[in-house]
């Protein structure tokens, strides 16, 4: 089993940053890679980017050049810095782990963006 705890959203104008964390516990060493989601209101869940075990990662088009994954294997977390935050970015960001066995997901954490 893999938990997962998000944190870091909050209130941010338009053109801000905020950073995003995802903190790992249980098998973590099972994990192969981690996704970041984000589900805008109305909206189905997106997938936003990953980041595999070797630290490759991959980004949907409207969020390349601005958001940025990266992990810290010693400390079991992933990071979702996001820059240059667009008003319609407002959304509950999510992480999701996969292993082996499946995929978890975190409890997600809110992100408002002020126009």
């Known amino acids: 089993q893999v938990q997962l705890v998000e944190s870091g959203g909050g209130l941010v104008q338009a053109g801000g940053s905020l950073r995003l964390s995802c903190v790992a516990s249980g098998s973590t060493f099972s994990i192969n890679a981690f996704d970041w989601y984000r589900q805008a209101p109305g909206k189905q869940r997106e997938w936003v980017g990953s980041i595999s075990s070797g630290g490759r990662t991959n980004y949907v088009d409207s969020v390349k050049g601005r958001f940025t994954i990266s992990r810290d294997n010693a400390k079991n977390t992933v990071y979702l810095q996001m820059n240059n935050l667009k008003p319609e970015g407002t959304a509950v960001f999510y992480c999701?782990?996969?292993?082996?066995?499946?995929?978890?997901w975190g409890q997600g954490t809110q992100v408002t963006v002020s126009s």
């Open positions: 999701k782990a996969l292993n082996a066995l499946g995929f978890y």
